[in-house]
């Protein structure tokens, strides 16, 4: 059984920018410098983390317009977490797509991490549910579908749950445990006090 488990530790899933394996980085940059003592993460990727028009996917977080940055900066901490955290292990899953051979599925977020996600994005605008699939993306990068109406949030994610599971296609599951509980992963944190999710990871696996 340990052997099996600690298959799901301190790991890198195999995805487009990620490293083979988690190693300290020590000029990750900006909000991804939570996992500096130990990243899946390259500078490099940190630093595209943050930018609106990132080459890591092309992806245009202002395709209803200007995304407010409280609204964004959870945006590029989920980036953050997906690109550089090692304690992901137990929510890899297969992906099938071109882009990448893993993915992960229903990482339990901390409650108060997915509320205050919602609650600063509840009035941005976006046209689509999923992120994920079905984008115009002729351009080069991705734009609202035809007939895709620009609406606020809280109108295409009624709730927090709506939005912490549907945007990424189930990438996330909404809890109820708060943080410091040691059975969610938490998105943000004090590095100062070490990484919550190390624990998290080890009690799933």
């Known amino acids: 059984v340990t052997a099996a488990q600690n298959s799901l530790l301190n790991i890198c899933m195999d995805a487009t920018h990620h490293k083979r394996e988690p190693g300290p980085e020590g000029k990750l940059y900006g909000q991804c410098v939570l996992w500096k003592e130990n990243a899946c993460c390259t500078a490099n990727t940190s630093t595209e983390a943050h930018q609106d028009q990132s080459y890591l996917y092309n992806f245009n977080w202002d395709h209803c317009g200007v995304m407010p940055e409280k609204c964004k900066r ?15 292990g137990p929510w890899i899953d297969e992906a099938d797509s071109s882009w990448r051979k893993q993915r992960i599925l229903h990482v339990p977020l901390c409650r108060e991490d997915c509320e205050q996600w919602w609650e600063d994005c509840q009035d941005a605008l976006t046209c689509k549910v999923n992120w994920h699939k079905g984008w115009n993306w002729t351009t080069g990068t991705n734009q609202c579908p035809q007939g895709a109406m620009c609406q606020k949030f809280k109108f295409v994610f009624p709730t927090p749950a709506n939005l912490c599971e ?23 944190f004090d590095p100062a006090q070490g990484n919550p999710n190390i624990a998290v990871a080890h009690y799933y696996a």
Not at 166 to 188: A, K, P, V
């Open 74 to 88: 959870h945006f590029i901490q989920d980036t953050c977490l997906y690109e550089c955290s090692p304690n992901l």
């Open 166 to 188: 549907e945007i990424w296609s189930q990438s996330y599951q909404y809890t109820l445990y708060h943080r410091g509980s040691g059975r969610c992963i938490q998105m943000w």
